[in-house]
């Protein structure tokens, strides 16, 4: 009993001392890191953020921190990076560096999230320059992204956020209401246009799609429309009449955010194709077209005016002019009944 006994007792000091010792190595790594983040605010620190070098310091100093700087990337909003801001406060150098880092693993979200609080902190025009072209450039990446998975609602909040954060980027509220447009929503697209309204550069684009908007229209049916559908090869076909005189084959895809039709048929009508463009998510990846308001497109009774459509070359059957997406069906409670091959189409709301 003895023996077990001091056996026991020599496993529980054994144990005691291998947790202590991996207490002591988490303390001095802990240590090591505030010590790291301290280094961030040396003066004579040489940090490198596009073409902007600030200071001259050895390079043993930089190397030390940049691992510091990567640590506290890898722990985003972690407690390093908070002890860092309760310190020293937010340094432009270490969030472009951190921007910079968030981009090379793809984190984009974040990226711009660090050069937005870059910019309340930008002391010079060099700066101010240097941050402007990276956010457009991390943005127009990430936008691809998103439109590629079709989330454009996170993409709506991305513009969104960019706006309030630095309202003097005329291009972003243009991004926004353009966004809005495609995706079915020319209401929320006003109060982005309206900002820029009076722009120089900008105005004249921003008044004319205000004016479309007002334009548009939803012509409520005194009834409930039925639409025949055709098959043909699993998917659903619908007449539609564009411009009250030319009759159209489209497909119906509810996952197509915007209506699309083939450039041929648009430039038969005599639009211009050589305007304004924006990002689809195509089965060849994300591609940019151009994007033109037509004045009107009808399925029997149900028709919207200066409707935004898309137009591309998708690898379609004969015969079919393009495809029915949501910025047209979001106007209406619908229902595709398979069985007996109908569309139904209910007034839901008005889009003005």
């Known amino acids: 009993m003895r023996y077990l006994i001091l056996l026991l007792l020599s496993v529980s000091l054994f144990l005691a001392g291998l947790a202590s010792g991996w207490w002591l190595r988490d303390k001095q790594s802990a240590t090591l890191g505030q010590d790291q983040v301290r280094d961030l605010a040396a003066p004579n620190l040489s940090l490198t953020t596009g073409s902007e070098v600030h200071g001259a310091a ?28 309760e310190e020293f406060g937010d340094d432009y150098r270490v969030l472009r560096i951190l921007a910079a880092l968030a981009r090379e693993e793809g984190v984009y979200q974040l990226a711009i999230d660090y ?11 060099v700066q101010q320059q240097s941050l402007e072209v990276e956010l457009a450039s991390v943005t127009d990446i990430y936008a691809r992204s998103l439109i590629g998975r079709q989330r454009y609602a996170d993409l709506d909040r991305i513009y969104e956020n960019i706006t ?19 995706t079915g929503n020319p209401q929320a697209a006003l109060s982005a246009l309206a900002q820029i309204q009076n722009h120089t550069r900008l105005g004249a684009q921003s008044r004319q799609l205000m004016a479309g908007i007002d334009a548009s229209r939803v012509d409520e049916p005194a ?17 539609a009449l564009l411009d009250n005189r030319e009759s159209v084959t489209l497909m119906i895809d509810t996952g197509a955010a915007m209506t699309i039709l083939t450039p041929q048929l648009l430039a038969n009508l005599g639009y211009d194709l050589d305007g304004r463009q924006a990002y689809f998510s195509t089965a060849n990846g994300v591609v940019q077209a151009p994007v033109v308001a037509v004045n009107r497109l009808a399925l029997g009774q149900a028709g919207i005016n200066q409707l935004s459509v898309g137009v591309l070359g998708l690898p379609l059957a004969e015969g079919i002019d393009g495809l ?14 398979q069985d007996r091959g109908q569309l139904y189409l209910d007034h839901l709301r008005q889009a003005r």
């Not at 050895?58 to 801001?85: D, F, H, N, W």
């Not at 050069?115 to 025009?125: I, Q």
């Not at 009834?223 to 007449?239: D, F, I």
């Open 58 to 85: 050895p390079a043993a100093s930089s190397t030390v921190a940049l691992q510091a700087i990567k640590r506290l990337a890898m722990e985003a909003q972690g407690p390093a990076y908070t002890a860092y801001l």
């Open 115 to 125: 050069l937005l609080r870059a910019a309340l902190v930008v002391t010079t025009e």
């Open 164 to 182: 309030f954060a630095l309202p003097e980027l005329s291009d972003y509220f243009m991004a926004l209401g353009l966004l809005r447009i495609q």
């Open 223 to 239: 009834a409930l429309e039925t639409l025949p559908l055709a098959l043909n090869g699993g998917q659903l076909l619908v007449k």
């Open 324 to 337: 029915l997406g949501m910025n047209f069906l979001r106007h209406y409670q619908f229902r595709i009944d």
